[in-house]
């Protein structure tokens, strides 16, 4: 490959390789006890071995179909084709508002083709105080739509009327029953922008000092750090979305290395000695990265696997276009929040390395829709109140016709479920269940385990014959030699 194009790379050479060293076996093992401790999963606990890295075992015997644990994620980002779907917290992504407001955005939105359209001045008038705030972030998602329709201007939903969606949206519209899917209202921004919302203050708050104040484009916020912000997401919106997690990576990292700076703060263990305002320190900036630190990762453009249709002596220059993608999206995150204190956190060897853990731990966030439990619930009534029911219901699922059931999608990084190591035939699996309702993931037994079993799930289609598995777990970096593969192995 080319040189880097990024001078920071060879600049803060040290602190880079000191931030992506492998932590020790004790740090591991530390970070990992207190964080059980501190979430309350006794059952479980990581352990490593030098052959396959860090580990989860039982700590007690598991029943098939129990929950083993939750898990809470480090950072996580709603991706951004999903945004019209599905409107959610920002925080723990819990869909919020109500059945109605969900069901009526998502036509309202992805019925608009043209920008004049998108100027719905009229909507925010005298409608519940939330709601003015609430369909903001539509401009966001029609100016990227014109891109594509520069010229037209219609309404294209035919058979329900912009005001009748603005009447379910301003909840000046209920549909029956939909009272038995109550939702969270909604909690703006706390820096007033119009792109995050929260089911909850805490949500809220937590968001806000752990990743968002850096990253707000609300008013509170300099007018040139927030038009950089806003082309700063345009570029990852019209790219790859994965650029915006790997933001809220670095934002999250500067915003704990404030808080561990900060004297008396109860997170801190060890007293930090006289830091002059501009001096740069190095261990403090390595104890705020080490819940990153913790992910295995690798660079992006290495890790990336070839798509099908690149031939494999393109290789070299299809790796130099994926690192030129990122180095452009780098940028434009510099424009927006470089600070010299945490200059190695802007180099291009770390800004890859981060997007590359997502790439290699390839960790999915999912939340199953309430639109999709009430036409359930509708269609599930007795007659003769399932057919008046669904006089009103009918036109609204007829226009969702089938995504009417999508789901809040996204990545995220979950720091215990990315410690759990692959097998073909796993005891376990990420699974929601219905009482499941936010982001966190969940992982449960598929068969009896019993005390200081290995826990495992399988990251692949695990029904897949050999071949076909090991090939796409060479994506993730290794050779499965599970109970399944070590019998399927062809005799050599
Ligand atoms: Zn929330
Ligand atoms: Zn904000
Ligand atoms: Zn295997």
Not at 40 to 48: G, P, Q, R, V
Not at 229 to 241: K, L, P, Q, S, Y
Not at 269 to 291: C, D, F, G, V
Not at 339 to 354: M, N, Q, R, T, V
Request: proline share 5%; glycine share 4%.
């Amino acid at each position: 490959m080319d040189a880097s194009p990024c001078p920071l790379d060879s600049e803060f050479h040290d602190q880079i390789t000191a931030l992506l060293a492998s932590p020790s076996p004790q740090e591991v093992q530390e970070y990992y006890n207190e964080l059980i401790q501190k979430e309350k999963w006794h059952s479980i606990k990581i352990e490593i071995n030098k052959e396959h890295g860090k580990g989860v075992f039982s700590n007690r015997n598991f029943q098939e179909e129990e929950l083993i644990f939750k898990d809470q994620m480090l950072v996580a980002s709603q991706h951004s084709y999903n945004k019209v779907d599905c409107f959610v917290c920002s925080s723990c992504f819990r869909f919020i508002g109500s059945v109605e407001l969900q069901i009526g955005r998502k036509l309202y939105l992805s019925g608009f083709s043209s920008k004049d359209e998108c100027d719905h001045g009229s909507f925010s008038g005298d409608n519940a105080a939330s709601s003015s705030s609430d369909f903001q972030n539509e401009d966001d998602l029609c100016t990227q739509e014109n891109k594509n329709n520069a010229g037209k201007n219609s309404w294209r939903k035919s058979s329900l009327s912009k005001e009748v969606l603005e009447l379910l949206m301003s909840g000046n519209l209920s549909l029956p029953h939909s009272k038995l899917f109550v939702l969270p209202s909604i909690v703006p921004c706390p820096g007033g922008c119009e792109e995050e919302h929260y089911c909850s203050k805490p949500c809220a708050e937590y968001d806000w000092e752990s990743v968002h104040s850096l990253l707000c484009t609300g008013k509170g916020s300099d007018s040139l750090r927030q038009a950089a912000v806003v082309r700063f997401i345009e570029h990852a919106n019209g790219t790859n979305d994965i650029f915006i997690l790997a933001a809220k990576v670095i934002s999250f990292t500067i915003l704990r290395y404030r808080r561990l700076k900060q004297p008396g703060f109860e997170g801190s263990k060890k007293p930090i000695l006289h830091i002059s305002k501009n001096e740069y320190n190095l261990s403090l900036l390595l104890e705020a990265w080490k819940p990153v630190a913790m992910g295995f990762k690798r660079r992006w453009w290495d890790c990336i696997a070839l798509p099908a249709d690149v031939d494999s002596c393109e290789e070299t220059s299809f790796r130099n276009s994926i690192r030129d993608l990122a180095f452009s999206s780098l940028q434009l995150l510099k424009e927006a929040i470089f600070d010299i204190e945490f200059a190695p956190l802007f180099s291009l060897e770390i800004y890859g390395h981060i997007i590359g853990m997502f790439e290699l731990n390839n960790l999915g966030l999912v939340v199953a829709s309430p639109v999709e439990d009430y036409f359930i619930y509708v269609d599930d009534l007795p007659s003769p109140n399932k057919e008046e029911t669904e006089k009103l219901t009918r036109p609204f699922l007829d226009e969702l016709y089938d995504d009417y059931s999508v789901c809040c999608e996204g990545t995220a990084f979950f720091p215990l479920q990315s410690c759990m190591n692959h097998s073909c035939c796993p005891n376990a699996k990420a699974f929601k269940r219905e009482e499941d309702r936010d982001g966190r993931a969940v992982i449960i037994a598929t068969r009896p385990i019993s005390v200081g079993e290995e826990i495992t799930i399988s990251y692949i289609d695990e029904e897949l014959p050999y071949e076909e598995r090991q090939n796409l777990l060479a994506d993730y970096g290794f050779k499965c030699s599970c109970p399944k593969c070590r019998k399927e192995q062809p005799s050599v």
